[in-house]
C-alpha cells in the first residue's frame, strides 16, 4: 500500500504561486527579446549586400557576361564608325552586378519593414496569450487542486518555452501578404474608380 503525499501547505502555495509569477514576467520579458532578435535578422537579411565575388558561380557567370559585353560593344563600335557616328555619341552596351534585389528600393523596404513588423508583433502577442493562459492555469492548479509537494517542480517546469510560439520570419510569407495587400487595394481602386 502506498502511502499518500502531503498535500501543499498554504505557505508553498503562496510561494509556488510568487514563483510562477515571476517567471511568467521572465517569459514575457524573453518574448519581447526574441522578437527584437527577429526584427534585426529581418532587418540583416533585408540589409545585405551580395558581391559577385563571394560566391564562384556568381563570379563565373559575371565574368562570362563581362566578356560578352565587351565583344558586344566592340560589334556596336565598329557598325557605329561605318555608320559616321562619332565615338563621343556612339551607344553603348553595359552590364553590372546589382548586389540586392527588390530591397534595394527604399519604398520596398518600408513595404517589407511594416509587413516584418505586424507579423513579429503579431507572434509575440500570441507568445504573450499562451504564457498568461499557462500561468494561470497552473496558479488555478497550485490553489485549486492542493497539489503535492513532489508535484510543485513538474508544473513549475510545465510553463512552455517561448520558442514554441515565436517562429522565423520567411521572407516569401511576406511577400505574398504584401502582394495580397496590394492586390485587395487595386481591386478596391478599381471598385470605386471603375476601369479594367
Same mark, same amino acid.
Given at each position: 500500500m502506498t502511502?499518500?503525499?502531503? &498535500?501543499?501547505?498554504?505557505?508553498?502555495?503562496?510561494?509556488? /504561486?510568487?514563483?510562477? &509569477?515571476?517567471?511568467? &514576467?521572465?517569459? !514575457?520579458?524573453?518574448?519581447?527579446? *526574441?522578437a527584437?532578435?527577429c526584427?534585426?535578422?529581418?532587418? !540583416?537579411?533585408?540589409?545585405?549586400?551580395?558581391?559577385?565575388?563571394?560566391?564562384?558561380?556568381?563570379?563565373?557567370?559575371? $565574368?562570362?557576361? $563581362?566578356?560578352?559585353? $565587351?565583344?558586344? *560593344?566592340?560589334?556596336?563600335?565598329?557598325?557605329? &564608325?561605318?555608320?559616321g =557616328? +562619332?565615338?563621343t555619341?556612339? +551607344? %553603348?552596351?553595359?552590364?553590372?552586378?546589382?548586389?540586392?534585389?527588390?530591397?534595394?528600393? /527604399? /519604398?520596398? !523596404?518600408?513595404?517589407l519593414?511594416?509587413?516584418?513588423k505586424s507579423? =513579429?508583433?503579431?507572434?509575440?502577442?500570441?507568445?504573450?496569450?499562451?504564457?498568461?493562459? *499557462?500561468a494561470?492555469?497552473?496558479?488555478?492548479?497550485? =490553489?485549486?487542486?492542493g497539489?503535492? %509537494?513532489?508535484?510543485?517542480?513538474?508544473?513549475l #517546469? %510545465?510553463?512552455?518555452p =517561448?520558442?514554441? %510560439?515565436?517562429?522565423q520570419?520567411?521572407?516569401?510569407?511576406? #511577400?505574398?501578404k504584401?502582394?495580397?495587400?496590394? $492586390?485587395? !487595394?487595386?481591386?478596391?481602386?478599381?471598385?470605386?474608380?471603375?476601369?479594367?
Amino acid at each position: 500500500m502506498t502511502e499518500e503525499p502531503r &498535500k501543499l501547505s498554504r505557505h508553498e502555495t503562496h510561494d509556488l /504561486s510568487m514563483i510562477i &509569477k515571476d517567471r511568467t &514576467k521572465v517569459l !514575457r520579458a524573453h518574448a519581447e527579446e *526574441q522578437a527584437a532578435a527577429c526584427m534585426a535578422d529581418f532587418e !540583416r537579411q533585408m540589409a545585405t549586400v551580395y558581391t559577385f565575388d563571394q560566391d564562384e558561380v556568381w563570379q563565373k557567370a559575371t $565574368q562570362e557576361a $563581362q566578356r560578352v559585353v $565587351q565583344e558586344s *560593344q566592340a560589334t556596336i563600335a565598329k557598325r557605329c &564608325k561605318a555608320l559616321g =557616328i +562619332p565615338p563621343t555619341f556612339a +551607344p %553603348s552596351i553595359s552590364a553590372s552586378w546589382q548586389g540586392r534585389g527588390e530591397n534595394m528600393l /527604399s /519604398s520596398r !523596404r518600408a513595404e517589407l519593414r511594416r509587413v516584418a513588423k505586424s507579423s =513579429i508583433d503579431a507572434m509575440t502577442k500570441a507568445a504573450i496569450t499562451k504564457i498568461e493562459k *499557462q500561468a494561470l492555469d497552473l496558479r488555478t492548479q497550485v =490553489i485549486g487542486m492542493g497539489l503535492l %509537494s513532489a508535484d510543485a517542480k513538474m508544473f513549475l #517546469e %510545465s510553463l512552455a518555452p =517561448i520558442e514554441e %510560439s515565436m517562429r522565423q520570419l520567411d521572407f516569401g510569407e511576406i #511577400e505574398k501578404k504584401l502582394e495580397n495587400e496590394q $492586390q485587395l !487595394r487595386l481591386a478596391d481602386r478599381r471598385r470605386l474608380y471603375g476601369g479594367e
